[in-house]
Structures are given as C-alpha cells and as structure tokens.
C-alpha cells in the first residue's frame, strides 16, 4: 500500500534563510504527488503538484519541489522563507489517474515556525 | 481562490447520539470527499462521492457513517450512533474532475469531540 513519510515533526529556520521540508513515499508504480499548506485557522491549500514529466516544479510563494525515483522523495525547497510562511505542510501521493477519484495518501505533516 | 465551506467548526456531542457534518462543496465541483484526522496523526481518507454515489470508501468509513448531498445543497457526513473513536476533524473537499483536473479545494476542518 501507498505511504507517505514526513520525519520531520517540526522545523524551526530563521526568516531570510533557505528551506527544505522532506517528503518520503512509498508506492508501487507512478505517483502523483502534492505538497498542501495549512496556515493557521484555514483549510489545505494546494502549493504544487507533480505529474510524471519534469522532476522539478514550481509552486506558489516561492516553492519549488524535486522529484527523485531512485530515493523515492519528493523535498520542497524554498530559498528564502519569509514569516507568512509559518505553517504546517503535508506531503501527499495518489494514483492521480483518471478514475482514481483523488484518494489522497498524506503525510503527518511538517510544523514549520518561522523566527525574526 | 475557489472556498468549501464547513459548518458546524467545532461540535461537542456525548457518545451515542447523532452528528450530521455540513460541507458547502465549490460550485462547479462533481467530486467531494471527506478526510479525518485525529489529533497528532495522518489526515485518512474516508470516501469519496460522484453523481449521488458512493465511489469509494475505506476501512474507516464504519457502517454507522453515511454520506449524502440532496439536489445539490449541502454534502453531508452522518455518525450514527457516535462513538467516542470519532474524535477527530473532519475535512471535506471538492474537485471539478479527477486526475490531472482533479485538483482538491479543502475545507477548514470540523472539529468533532465525543465525549
């Protein structure tokens, strides 16, 4: 079965500096695979998406993610964090398919506090 | 941007009785679904809803929960009865279509608390 791992828990760095959040799935065939930001008192919001093609996709805000096979990752990156961006970001993987109605496999997500 | 709407934010209901969760879906959307959470873990997937069907659900998606949308109003989740493991927020989603048009708009959560 398709599974997602964020291993970090939580991640602290300072405005201005760059960012890495990463994304571990496990799945049998091609996933698709998304990154959503939750900001505070708000729903998931989509930041990008990844269909087979180009590993490396921009996003909104800044974002970009890499897209790598041989270590089964999915990272996002941002190389300068501003405040706004304080939030919680979860990684997800799908089947993506036509058909496949959007049965989205999440990660537990990753705390992201932005310091001054 | 396109918005779900999710009523009510937060409920308090005692074991056994009946909840009904409310999602306002985007306009144009044919999809909806419903994830849960609870506290600390993984948003799971619960079903997903096409043309007045269910399309599919998992294994969290007990006998006592239902879902339905009447002649377009509200998409609805039923618990009943309740259970004290129904704890969690529930979110709901919509999408126009599936695959590379299937993008999810996610609501901001209900908050269910069973005592």
């Known amino acids: 079965a398709q599974s997602v791992t964020q291993p970090d828990a939580r991640v602290t760095v300072s405005e201005g500096a760059s960012l890495q959040l990463r994304c571990k799935y496990s799945y049998f065939g091609t996933p698709y695979l998304f990154w959503y930001v939750q900001y505070p008192r708000q729903g998931l919001q989509l930041l990008l998406k990844?269909?087979?093609?180009?590993?490396v996709v921009q996003g909104v805000n800044g974002f970009e993610a890499e897209f790598s096979k041989s270590n089964s990752s999915f990272h996002l990156r941002k190389a300068s964090v501003h405040w706004s961006d304080w939030a919680v970001y979860f990684c997800?993987?799908?089947?993506?398919?036509?058909?496949?109605?959007?049965?989205?496999?999440f990660g537990a997500g990753t705390r992201l506090a932005v310091c001054p | 941007g396109p918005k779900v709407l999710q009523i009510p934010s937060h409920q308090i209901i005692d074991m056994g009785q009946m909840v009904t969760l409310n999602c306002d879906p985007v306009s144009n959307h044919l999809y909806f679904y419903w994830y849960k959470q609870i506290l600390g873990q993984q948003m799971e997937f619960l079903v997903n809803f096409y043309n007045g069907k269910v399309m599919e659900k998992s294994k969290l998606f007990k006998d006592q929960f239902s879902v339905e949308r009447p002649d377009g109003s509200y998409f609805t989740l039923k618990i009943q009865p309740t259970a004290l493991e129904d704890s969690a927020v529930y979110f709901c989603?919509?999408?126009f279509g599936t695959g590379s048009t299937g993008q999810l708009y996610f609501g901001e959560g209900s908050k269910l608390t069973v005592l």
């Open positions: 989603a919509s999408s």
């Open positions: 990844y269909y087979p093609g180009d590993p």
């Open positions: 997800a993987v799908s089947l993506g398919r036509v058909g496949s109605f959007n049965k989205l496999t």
